[in-house]
């Protein structure tokens, strides 16, 4: 079976370090973490992603233009917000937005 490639953005290095673990724990998720709107840009035009996930440290305008830039370059990419919590919620958030 083919792994969910997923994206994670998170500004702040330890935050998105912790979430790539959790992720990658999953045997079926591949998780890959950009830092900040440039990276994530270039991510999304080099791979395939099933998912973005947004955590939190983006502007408003920066993550207002990934979700425009992801949704006309890849309209089959879903785009979840990720507020924070434990494992558990991360893990509903993925599997709501894969289902």
Not at 37 to 61: H, K, R
Request: charged content about 20%; some cysteine.
């Amino acid at each position: 079976m083919e792994k969910v490639e997923i994206l994670v953005v998170g500004c702040n290095p330890e935050i998105l370090a912790v979430i790539l673990r959790l992720i990658n724990a999953n045997e079926q998720w591949n998780a890959t973490g950009a830092a900040s709107y440039a990276e994530t840009i270039d991510f999304l035009q080099s791979g395939t992603y099933s998912l973005l996930l947004l955590g939190a440290g983006l502007a408003e305008d920066e993550e207002t233009g990934l979700r425009d830039f992801a949704s006309a370059n890849f309209p089959d990419l879903k785009i979840v917000d990720h507020f924070g919590g434990g494992s558990g919620l991360l893990f509903a958030e993925i599997y709501q937005a894969l289902t």
